[in-house]
């Protein structure tokens, strides 16, 4: 048997969900689907905690294609841990954008942490672009990167086939 669907969401810890959203919503121009609180049951139950007590938030990534859920446990009491791209099981996501140097310019004021600047892609595959890393609030790390022209992220970027 193989799974045989889409991903539906992808989903991080953080410290402080109030604190998340509004990253998320201002800086990188996600919309919150939904918010709120769960405890015990299924969710304890699924996470493996047996009295798990969060609050999570679904938000829609800016072209509404993919969903981030994002958790901030009450109970247990979380962890903090420091995340770097090294480092394995350590993600990050990526968000097209068609104007990189644009974006930088309108968040690079906003107390983010970056890991680089702007970055223009000069091999491979993704030759032509251009990208760069931050970090959330939490230190997740995310990707902001500009599509080479012909690229197969270009045409998605742009509603081409």
Known sequence: MAIRGAVQHTGFTVSNLARSVDFYVRILGCKVIMTQEKTGGYIAAIVGYPNASLKMAHLSDPAGHHVIELFEYLVPEMVKTNLEPR??????????????????????????????????????ANAGGAG??????DGIIMEI?????????????????
């Open 87 to 124: 480092l394995i099981g350590n993600a990050h996501l990526c968000f097209l954008v068609s104007d990189l140097n644009a974006i930088y310019d309108a968040i690079k004021d906003e107390g983010i942490t970056f890991i680089s600047g702007p970055v223009d892609v000069d091999t491979g």
């Open 145 to 161: 990167f500009q599509p080479g022209p012909g690229t197969e992220a270009y045409k998605l970027l742009h509603g081409e086939k």
């Open 132 to 137: 760069l890393y931050l970090k959330d609030p």
